[in-house]
């Protein structure tokens, strides 16, 4: 029995809202979950609406008969959680957000005119900041069947009555966000900060446009399209071009949602579907602004407004001063992100271009940041005369452009770059460093359960390893060299991996190796503990194996951020099986898998999740932490997390989920932890 992945990831939107709803997050804090809860819901409807709409589409017969839900019932639930949730977003957000930013002394003009003092101001910078970058297109005009709206973009819909020819014109004129701010700043009135939607500056300012005609209405509209990219059937040509090709018409793909402002009469509504050619599933009345995953933008005027900061962590503290190499040579070093310092990821990195004992560099990289440290670094050490290797993937959705623009910079610079088949993602975190001084030889490796991204660091929780250990080198080294050869399977590759989990070679069937041994303990009578932390839960093979265990008497603590398919808590199912979901400051992000209690628990971490794209159809490695030290850290770390009380949520048997009792305690697993971090490293 699986519950309907599409309807669980609204659960975890729904978390989010949550979040925004909580009058103990700072002010500006839940405007940055709205935020959030927008962007997601953004991408929903571009990745999996159009799923949905597929799936109500398909015969019967077609449908698999485990899931819980009938397809009709996944539509209606979707529409039901959907319309519900925004509902409580237009509360909190009118109800509270805007009344408080008012009470700390900060006018939002949200839905309400602009003040006569602010005309003029505004007007001007119509005319010298925004009048430049503004495109009209008539739709009833010969250019109307050449454009395509496109895809989160932001446009207002202008009747325009011409009394003299007796014509009425329909209008699109886009809303430059994305090349402007989002949100202006005017001048103060009675001592108040004063912000406008750069939306309301164009909206007062259209009639500049149409001197000689009477605007009957103005309506604000939006398209998200289908941003799947199918390109797994295409073997032919090369890769990066193909995706430039897919990319450039992605923002073009097939409506997936239009937004159209509340209150559009049906008529306009009629005559924009014939003209855009949608239907009315795809149509959606929202309010007067689109996009608000922008309010991560709006301006910061109070800091006391925000989350109190908290200064990461810098450990092994010799790693700002030294020689990272020599650390890693003489210990394992295990980060755990954001609440420790990058430094050291960075500084492996970076010294390993410069270092004149290092001959080479490998590294697998899924979503780079836009002004990468790690990446510069990589060029650094090629023009210093370095064999470098970098397995970058083109396919990682949304980063697909960015990750160009560096594949080009690094290949110019003398990078060896290496292109995942289009059959298949390389969505691993690793690197390997080479170093050869006077006939000696040593190896470095790296192992994240997240990016190598800077930017996301600071707020995604991850872990990273950092090891000398030769066996765990030379099994990365093995790897790597299977990912450069073209078109190499992994059916036909004779690779061996005892302490790293490579999905495609051994992951799978160790971990249900693993699963099966505590099944067996708990035959045996003996303690049998599963305990899981992943990003999502999706699997069906895994989650069966889950039922399995639970049936036969194994505990299982699981912790799933986002989807989450396995129903707990069932009688007869699941009654062994406790799911929860934590959302707070941080981005959950990690994935762990801990099998056994106390000092014989089997600790795995890495960048697998357990769904079946990354089980079946990725290269995820992960790794067994040896190191007696690095061990009971993730095993603390974990405990921390499952007696949270204040940010976790307990999944029910009917996939509702409810707040932990607190009992007199309060524990907020991300405080804790770090505390306990802070507690622990005093070198």
Aim: proline letters at 3%; one cysteine or more; hydrophobic letters at 40%.
């Amino acid at each position: 029995m699986l519950y309907n992945r599409d309807l669980s990831w609204l659960g975890f939107n729904d978390r989010v809202l949550q979040e925004a709803e909580s009058n103990e997050v700072p002010l500006y804090e839940r405007m940055k979950f709205l935020a959030i809860f927008s962007s997601n819901l953004d991408e929903f409807f571009r990745v999996r609406y159009p799923a949905v709409i597929a799936l109500s589409n398909l015969d019967k017969k077609t449908i698999k008969r485990e899931f819980l839900l009938s397809k009709d019932e996944v539509s209606e639930k979707v529409y039901d959680f959907i319309n519900k949730q925004l509902s409580r977003f237009g509360s909190v957000l009118h109800g509270e957000i805007l009344p408080a930013l008012e009470k700390n002394n900060i006018d939002f003009y949200y839905n309400k005119p602009l003040p006569e003092a602010h005309l003029a101001e505004a007007k001007t910078i119509f005319l010298s900041k925004i009048l430049s970058f503004i495109q009209p297109v008539y739709l009833s005009g010969e250019d109307s069947g050449n454009f395509t709206p496109e895809n989160g973009k932001l446009y207002f819909i202008v009747t325009l009555i011409d009394d003299a020819k007796e014509t009425v014109n329909h209008v699109v004129i886009n809303i430059p966000s994305d090349k402007l701010e989002r949100f202006f700043t005017l001048q103060q009135l009675n001592g108040k900060q004063q912000v406008v939607f750069i939306d309301d500056i164009i909206r007062e300012n259209i009639p500049i446009l149409f001197p000689r005609q009477t605007i009957e209405s103005i309506y604000s509209i939006k398209f998200n399209r289908d941003a799947a990219l199918k390109i797994s059937d295409d073997f032919s040509a090369d890769l990066l071009d193909k995706i430039e090709k897919k990319l450039s018409s992605r923002d073009l793909g097939n409506a997936s949602r239009f937004l159209y402002e509340h209150g559009m009469p049906s008529h306009l509504q009629m005559y924009l579907a014939s003209i855009f050619n949608l239907t009315v599933s795809e149509m959606f009345e929202g309010g007067r602004y689109h996009n608000l995953s922008d309010l991560f933008a709006f301006p910061v005027f109070d800091k006391s407004l925000l989350y109190e900061p908290e200064v990461p962590i810098l450990y092994p503290k010799a790693a700002g001063e030294g020689d990272i190499f020599k650390i890693v040579a003489r210990q394992d070093v295990l980060l755990h992100l954001p609440y420790h310092s990058y430094t050291p990821v960075l500084t492996f990195f970076n010294q390993a271009a410069v270092d004149v004992d290092v001959t080479e560099i490998y590294i697998t990289l899924y979503r780079v940041a836009s002004e990468s440290h790690i990446v510069n670094a990589l060029i650094s050490a090629a023009k210093n005369g370095k064999k470098v290797t970098a397995f970058i993937e083109l396919k990682a959705r949304f980063d697909e452009a960015n990750n160009i623009k560096w594949s080009r910079i690094m290949k110019k610079a003398g990078v060896k770059l290496i292109y995942s088949d289009p059959a298949i993602k390389v969505h691993s975190k690793i690197g390997l460093i080479k170093k050869e001084s006077e006939g000696k030889r040593e190896s470095f490796a790296i192992l994240s359960t997240g990016n190598f991204n800077e930017s996301t660091a600071s707020f995604y929780t991850d872990h990273v390893i950092l090891t000398a250990n030769k066996k765990v080198c030379k099994e990365m080294l093995s790897l790597f060299r299977f990912l450069q050869k073209k078109k190499a399977t992994a059916a036909k590759a004779k690779l061996k991996f005892d302490y790293l989990y490579v999905a495609q070679f051994n992951l799978v069937p160790e971990f249900e190796k693993l699963v099966r041994q505590e099944i067996e303990k708990a035959q045996d009578g003996k303690p049998a503990l599963i305990r899981i932390k992943v990003n999502n839960l999706e699997e069906p093979y895994f989650i069966n194996l889950l039922y399995e265990a639970s049936q036969k008497g194994v505990k299982i603590e699981m912790q799933a951020r986002s989807i989450c398919c396995l129903i707990p808590g069932k009688e007869a199912l699941s009654k062994n099986i406790t799911v929860k979901r934590i959302v707070d400051k941080y981005l959950e992000h990690t994935r762990l898998f801990i099998f056994g209690v106390d000092a014989e628990a089997t600790v795995i971490m890495g960048s697998s999740d357990l769904m079946t794209r990354n089980l079946r159809k990725r290269i995820e490695v992960c790794i067994r932490l040896e190191d007696i030290h690095c061990r009971q850290q993730i095993l603390n770390y974990f405990a921390l997390q499952w007696q949270d009380n204040t940010k976790v949520r307990i999944l029910q048997d009917d996939m509702s989920q409810i707040e932990a009792e607190q009992n007199g305690k309060v524990h907020n697993a991300q405080k804790d932890i770090y505390n306990y971090l802070k507690s622990q490293y005093h070198d």
